[in-house]
């Protein structure tokens, strides 16, 4: 059984807030932040189990773009997801945690991040997303990609990394290996990106803080 995460249990908002800040430091000198070995640590235990413990039917086969464009593309992408809700105290705790970035990234960077939609994603043996940008210009309503990996231990042989390109032009990228506690933030119009096949079960979550493109024509909530 898991315990419930308090607020109170988790790291002293200090240790977060160094974090928050370094990745608003990151974020404007360079569009993106790989911070390894930072999650708090209960946080990413309790995330973990929850992902284990759920049920292979909570699990959806991902899709590509969001709602009525959702197209299942085995070429692009073969892992499956589970959009966190926050009826779980894990899921719970996470949203408490990202709320406490997305107000600390606003605060600093003027970002105007309104809302947050973030799932876990599953990735057995042989599963990959081919390269790809999160978000569109034109479209800008996912800002900024946030990417946490829940794997304790990880190996080169395990592949699986995620491959972070400057530009459209990089060939090669920055690999992160997908290890428990690192955290990972990117500008989603601005970095293509891709994971590469993984050679064992690798869990992660992946999110997005979006601005408000909600008209009086046309609602657009998160998912
Ligand atoms: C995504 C994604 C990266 C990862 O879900 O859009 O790029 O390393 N995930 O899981
Ligand atoms: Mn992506």
């Not at 960077?109 to 997303?129: T, V």
């Not at 400057?166 to 990106?193: A, R, W």
Request: hydrophobic share 40%.
């Amino acid at each position: 059984m898991l315990e419930a995460i308090e607020i109170s249990s988790m790291p002293s908002s200090d240790a977060s807030d160094q974090l928050f800040a370094r990745i608003a430091e990151d974020i404007s000198n360079k569009g993106y932040s790989i911070n390894p070995s930072v999650l708090p640590v209960e946080l990413g235990s309790a995330l973990l189990h929850h992902v284990l413990d759920m049920n292979e039917d909570k699990f959806d086969p991902a899709g590509i773009g969001r709602d009525q464009q959702l197209m299942l593309n085995e070429f692009v992408r073969s892992d499956e997801i589970c959009w966190i809700t926050g009826e779980s105290d894990a899921g719970k705790a996470w949203l408490q945690w990202t709320n406490q970035m997305q107000v600390y990234l606003n605060r600093t960077l003027f970002l105007g991040l309104f809302s947050f939609e973030s799932h876990f994603a599953h990735y057995a043996r042989g599963d990959y997303y081919k390269r790809h940008l999160d978000a569109f210009k034109g479209e800008a309503n996912r800002v900024l990609t946030l990417v946490v990996y829940l794997n304790p231990e990880w190996g080169i042989e395990d592949g699986g990394e995620l491959v972070l390109f400057s530009d459209e032009h990089d060939q090669s990228g920055i690999k992160v290996t997908p290890l428990m506690g690192t955290v990972v933030v990117f500008l989603s119009e601005d970095f293509p990106h891709e994971v590469l096949a993984a050679n064992r079960d690798r869990y992660s979550i992946a999110g997005w803080f979006r601005v408000n493109t909600s008209t009086a024509e046309r609602v657009d909530p998160p998912a």
